[in-house]
């Protein structure tokens, strides 16, 4: 392999691994992008010249795995968001049942005060501390 097509492969697994030199990381996979990662002008990739027939279609074949790999990463935080959302009502719900246990618990120690006079609920049993062992 020649020395220009060299540079334009290895600046293609630089894009593959996400770790290019010229451009930003995440850098869509198009001739263009390997053209530059390469420091060559845009558009010096083309399709016209049989040279580059084996690299264009290794540029394919890298957007078709980036673009996978993309909508992957899409499906995966979807489903994330889903699960965080789920989580959120279950929270929600579980919340709501233990305001209304409270409420619940309230009523009938006042109906209890009620019935034997009292005029104080205490909040806390006389003489005990939670903090004991």
């Known amino acids: 392999m020649n020395h220009p097509l060299q540079e334009y492969f290895s600046a293609l697994d630089r894009l593959k691994k996400n770790q290019p030199i010229n451009l930003p990381k995440r850098t869509k996979i198009t001739n263009d992008a390997v053209s530059l990662e390469a420091g060559r002008s845009k558009g010096s990739i083309k399709k016209s010249r049989s040279m580059f027939a084996s690299l264009i ?64 609920l205490p909040i806390r049993p006389e003489g005990k501390c939670q903090h004991s062992t």
């Open 57 to 120: 279609l290794d540029i394919e074949q890298a957007a078709a795995e980036q673009f996978k790999r993309s909508n992957q990463e899409s499906e995966k935080l979807e489903r994330a968001k889903q699960s965080a959302t789920q989580y959120r009502l279950e929270l929600e719900a579980a919340l709501e049942r233990e305001l209304s246990l409270l409420y619940e618990l309230y009523e009938i120690k006042k109906q209890l005060a009620q019935i034997t006079g009292a005029n104080v």
